[in-house]
């Protein structure tokens, strides 16, 4: 009971309570404060109702300890003043001290309960808050519509269907399915736990809606994409609120219909009186972002800054987002820079990083990454992509080390980036690191994984272990895995597996894409597939409607130039719906070359020179056309007019990567460290491939030289060089991978098939163009059917788990890790994972040891080279 309180002091209770109840609508904590010092002089602390207001005021402001500090002093306490300092601790989402206080409480009423489930739902534990609804039913409290709102809100958020269903059950036994706050709350749980169809039985049934009502049920067609439906929704209601447009500007911009959601925005500033809000605002400048429509961002930019709106919190992070998705990146540093990064979200930084990084400025991308406190893995993943699209491998290498040392784990758009890297390389130890990390993991059964793998080891030159990364994707291969397989395919000259392949992707249902047609047309070209070429780009253009671009007509010209016909493919150019480009006209210098067509030649070589003057490729062709018509005149005047032009000619080099180091060399090399070595060995090799029958291929030599010069010049090109020291640094047995940055010459190209059989090894070297793999005294296509069969052994032994014994002494050394277990491990990777996990636990520790940093250093200066 309150206490008596002296007529005179009447006045100033009712003065008191009202400027409390007052002050929740303006500065409630300040005349909170100035009404308790008036209390204590004024010696009403007696009067249970003015404390409990005062008590109310301090815990809806947030002042939780003044609350409960008020409370001990009160001599006398109600039901309320218990409730008031539980909602207290509840609001801070201080769930402890909250728990404790309701211990303590003389009786639970059915609002001590609800503060309860209110807390749990603030931070996140729905379980908690629906299991203390259980228990309040089992204490004999009856739940209130805001308990059930509350509870409804938290099986929404867990996604909890049958849970709900129970609570609708409950609800229609209670007699509450009248209340509209429930029913809409329903409503709500069924649209957000992916029951349309029970939503819309729901809706049409509810005796009472309001504006929540309608809301709901178009925030749930716009979720599932049912458009029409939530515009014939929004069109029938009377009346709308901020909300309602919200939900068709913010359901068109997640659905990707960016237009229609700035269109929406400009309707409803037309139509309606209201002002959009910060969610509205959200959602337009994210749709700005996604057209990359600067213009209109800067317009929606200047409403803001004209109505006063505050830019802060969403709106803050999307006008970033915004300008840095279209290009105004320095707006967007200066808009951090004016209104600090307190309110900034990692999703702002990390747009702002992605802007520097399209533009290539790296510098200050890292500026904003080392600016980051809380960097998830989204973050540094964007990071390292960045430095992979720019070709700085060895920093992303770095980078990579520094995240796991930092704990941060890396999922699989992390290892799809740094198996990229490796790619870049072309470093099969590496990209096998990686491999063995990924497995660890667990990331290996990722799509985007699984199609960086293939990648990986087509260019690494390891065509039998890409077509097993290819085969072993186990759940729903995508175009891009199908692409990556048959561009891989092309490239190793497997065009008629190639081709095979990508007629089971189009039995499959799956679209091929511009990318796609670019690997068929390369494998049509190896192949000597003319007619089948034609067919496959008739069907791009007619079937597919995907209109031909640069690379298409090049494949095609290419085609035509490497079968001979010259004359065809210069009408293919001439009938080109847009103007050819320098590959278009180098694909058909080169088949003029091969073919000895000086005149057509010539038009091809300046065609080409008109677009890029300073083309070395065009001159060098040119120059070699004449040599081999024996023009050694005109060939002698087009070098000196490349000399004259100071045009530079690009320096052909050949690297092997023996034991995590690259070796370089270049024609005639005398650099190196076992130059000597090298050149015995080459001798010896030279002399026994020519008694098996090997004549050197002289014309290659496109100089007016005597022969024994030409046959010396041959012998140490630097694919033979680099052939030589893998032989001397290498075991017996160990397959050689050549890389080259320019084509391998006839005499080469014949030469390694006679080293490949004396020697008794595969040799895979990679040129421009594509892989040429020897074995045997053969090359690739001639032994194809061996890597089919093995492809379909390997098969059969992963559907019978019959692989034998993982050999686990081989576990001991990280490097050789992969060796002893990379075919079972890209066959069974569940029944391996616990070994791999027990015995592996240094693999990506070795992975980022200083050997392999500065092996990767290595590799980065070779591929820059």
């Given amino acids: 009971m309150n206490a008596p309180i002296p007529n005179s002091s009447h006045a100033l209770l009712e003065l008191c309570t009202n400027l409390l ?9 300040f005349t909170a404060q100035l009404v308790h010092c008036r209390v204590i002089k004024s010696g009403l602390v007696f009067s249970v109702y ?110 909890c269907l049958d849970t709900g269903k129970k609570v609708h059950s409950f609800i229609v ?11 809409n709350s329903l409503l709500n749980m069924y649209a957000k736990c992916g029951d349309p169809k029970m939503a819309r039985v729901f809706f049409d049934g509810m005796v009472v809606r309001d504006i929540s009502s309608w809301n709901a049920m178009i925030a749930l067609h716009m979720q599932v994409g049912q458009m029409d439906l939530a515009v014939a929704q929004f069109e029938q209601m009377a009346e709308r609120d901020i909300v309602t447009w919200n939900s068709m500007i913010s359901g068109y911009n997640q659905r990707g219909y960016d237009l229609r959601a700035l269109d929406m925005f400009w309707n409803m500033l037309r139509e309606s009186l209201l002002s959009p809000d910060r969610f509205t605002l959200a959602s337009v400048l994210s749709a700005c972002a996604n057209l990359e429509k600067l213009c209109i961002g800067k317009q929606i930019h200047s409403h803001i800054v004209a109505t006063g709106f505050d830019i802060s919190g969403i709106v803050l992070n999307a006008l970033i987002s915004m300008y840095s998705r279209c290009g105004g990146v320095d707006t967007a540093w200066r808009l951090i820079e004016q209104r600090g990064t307190e309110d900034l979200k990692i999703e702002g930084f990390t747009a702002l990083l992605d802007g520097y990084i399209k533009l290539g400025d790296m510098k200050q991308a890292k500026t904003i990454f080392d600016s980051l406190k809380d960097r998830d893995v989204v973050v540094w993943t964007a990071m390292i992509v960045g430095y992979e699209q ?6 992303a290498i770095n980078l990579f080390r520094s995240m796991v040392r930092e704990g941060q784990r890396p999922n699989s758009y992390t290892f799809a980036a740094m198996l990229s890297v490796a790619s870049s390389l072309a470093s099969l130890s590496h990209g096998e690191q990686i491999h063995g990390s990924v497995v660890k993991s667990g990331e290996v059964y990722s799509v985007s994984v699984s199609n960086a793998l293939i990648t990986m080891y087509a260019k690494a030159g390891n065509i039998t272990s890409a077509r097993l990364a290819f085969d072993l994707i186990r759940c729903e291969r995508d175009t891009v895995s199908w692409t990556s397989m048959i561009v891989a395919l092309g490239q190793h000259g497997h065009a008629e597996e190639a081709l095979e392949l990508f007629e089971t992707m189009l039995k499959e249902g799956l679209r091929p894409d511009h990318i796609t047609y670019v690997g068929v047309f390369s494998a049509c070209t190896h192949a000597g597939l003319v007619n089948k070429g034609r067919q496959y780009f008739d069907m791009m253009k007619d079937v597919y409607k995907i209109e031909p671009t640069l690379s298409h007509y090049a494949c095609m010209v290419d085609m035509f130039g490497r079968a001979g016909l010259l004359q065809e493919a210069q009408e293919f150019i001439e009938n080109m719906p847009i103007e050819p480009d320098v590959v278009t006209w180098g694909s058909l210098l080169s088949a003029c070359r091969v073919h000895k067509n000086v005149e057509l030649g010539k038009v091809a070589a300046e065609r080409l020179l008109c677009i890029e003057p300073e083309n070395s490729g065009a001159y060098s062709a040119l120059a070699n056309l004449y040599s081999a018509c024996g023009k050694w005149g005109e060939a002698a005047k087009t070098r000196k007019s490349m000399k004259d032009g100071r045009v530079k000619k690009e320096q052909g080099f050949s690297w092997i990567e023996v034991k995590h180091k690259v070796h370089v060399f270049g024609v005639e090399d005398g650099t190196h460290p076992q130059k000597n070595e090298i050149y015995i060995t080459v001798k010896k090799i030279w002399d026994e491939i020519k008694k098996m029958g090997y004549v050197p291929d002289t014309a290659s030599v496109l100089h007016d030289l005597e022969e024994e010069v030409k046959e010396q010049i041959l012998r140490h090109h630097s694919e033979k060089l680099a052939i030589a020291f893998g032989l001397i640094s290498t075991p017996d047995k160990t397959t050689l991978r050549i890389m080259k940055n320019l084509r391998v010459c006839n005499d080469c190209h014949t030469a390694i098939k006679f080293i490949s059989k004396l020697v008794g090894r595969e040799i895979i070297v990679r040129d421009t163009t594509r892989f040429h793999h020897f074995k045997d005294g053969v090359r690739a296509g001639q032994f194809r059917d061996d890597h089919i069969r093995a492809t379909a052994r390997f098969a059969r032994r992963i559907r019978s788990n019959n692989y034998g014994q993982l050999n686990t002494d081989t576990l001991s050394h990280p490097s050789s890790l992969y060796i002893s277990v990379s075919e079972q491990l890209l066959f069974d990777h569940k029944s391996l994972n616990t070994t791999i996990h027990e015995q592996s636990s240094s693999l990506l520790v070795s992975f980022l040891s200083p050997q392999f940093e500065s092996s990767f250093s290595d590799l980065t200066v070779s591929v820059r080279t």
């Fill in 173 to 183: 036994k209670l007699g509450l399915f009248g209340n509209v706050s429930v029913s």
């Fill in 390 to 395: 720019h070709g700085l491998y060895g920093e």
């Fill in 50 to 159: 003015l404390m409990n207001n005062l008590m109310n005021v301090y815990s809806k402001t947030g002042f939780a300890l003044h609350a409960r500090k008020l409370f001990d002093e009160m001599p006398l306490r109600t039901a309320f003043s218990w409730n008031t300092v539980l909602s207290a601790y509840a609001k801070r989402g201080d769930m402890v001290s909250t728990c404790e206080f309701f211990d303590q409480l003389p009786q639970k009423d059915s609002v001590s309960w609800t503060t309860m489930i209110v807390g749990y739902k603030k931070i996140g534990q729905y379980q908690k808050a629906i299991r203390t609804m259980s228990e309040m039913i089992k204490e004999g409290i009856e739940p209130t519509q805001f308990t059930l709102t509350n509870v409804l809100a938290s099986v929404a958020a867990s996604r």
């Fill in 21 to 29: 109840q007052n002050s929740l609508k303006s500065n409630g904590r």
